[in-house]
């Protein structure tokens, strides 16, 4: 399912997929951003077939913001050379505000992880961002190993500044990439 939101609050609380995958940038126009929004159609379709959801901005190119991910900062990371991006996670949006929304009671969820994909480091031109999406959508959703992909960094939860567990990958060159079960195994470790 693909879907075009004003708010994250328009995706029903009660919606369970495997993924949901954020189409991220930060509001500029520019040819890696547009490449990205420019797929959609392509990455909504996969994702329907695959028990999961791709959600961007709308056109006008508002951004996400929460205490996890926004324009700034992703999970504790200066978003210069992360946005755009593309971020996986196994949480509803809903979840993102009742973990770190101002209500939360201190109650965040230790199952909460995100796996971060940067383009700008690694696409250089707008055919860079289709294969890049191809290449992660394919393997994701087809449950296949992330070959192309090897771990960056992690981000622990609690350590500096981040408040969840996330992964940034990155292109891997030479070698074995990132194994399929270690991403499932990844989301269902507390």
């Known amino acids: 399912m693909g879907l075009h939101i004003h708010s994250l ?46 959600i961007r901005g709308t056109r006008d190119r508002i951004h996400f913001h929460d205490d996890v991910f926004s324009w700034h900062n992703l999970n504790g990371e200066d978003t210069k050379d992360l946005l755009p991006g593309i971020l996986i996670t196994n949480r509803n949006p809903h979840d993102f505000k009742e973990n770190f929304g101002d209500h939360n009671n201190g109650n965040t969820d230790t199952d909460f992880k995100i796996i971060v994909f940067p383009l700008k480091k690694y696409c250089k031109t707008t055919t860079d961002v289709a294969n890049y999406i191809d290449k992660i959508f394919t393997d994701v959703l087809e449950r296949k190993d992330l070959s192309d992909f090897k771990v960056l960094k992690e981000m622990k939860k609690g350590f500096g500044r981040a408040l969840v567990d996330g992964l940034l990958l990155e292109p891997n060159i030479a070698g074995v990439g990132y194994n399929f079960n270690e991403i499932i195994n990844y989301f269902r470790r507390k």
Request: aromatic fraction near 16%.
């Open 9 to 54: 609050l328009e995706i029903p609380a009660e919606a369970k997929r495997n993924y949901y995958i954020y189409l991220l940038d930060y509001g500029w126009e520019e040819p890696l951003g547009e490449a990205l929004f420019s797929n959609f159609q392509r990455m909504a379709e996969l994702a329907s077939k695959n028990n999961a959801v791709v």
